[in-house]
């Protein structure tokens, strides 16, 4: 009689499944940030290597016309 109790009693039910949807979306959220700020990183990484490429390129033409 104890186990038709136990399966009656539904009350805590949604609760859980809210709690473990709401834990679900932080964790897939977590996620999404990482994937994007790992990206953009890898961008800026790649823009500053540009950058930097294109100074230096720059200072040796500059310095080859300056040069006696």
Partial sequence: MEESNLVQNEQGGPLV???????LAV????????????AT??????VGGLLQLLQDSWSNLTQLFSAP
Avoid at 17 to 23: A, D, T
Avoid at 41 to 46: E, R
Wanted: charged residues 10%.
């Fill in 27 to 38: 964790v897939t959220v977590s996620i999404v940030i990482a994937v994007i700020l790992q």
């Fill in 41 to 46: 990183g890898w961008a800026q990484d790649v």
């Fill in 17 to 23: 499944e809210e709690s473990l949807l709401l834990g």
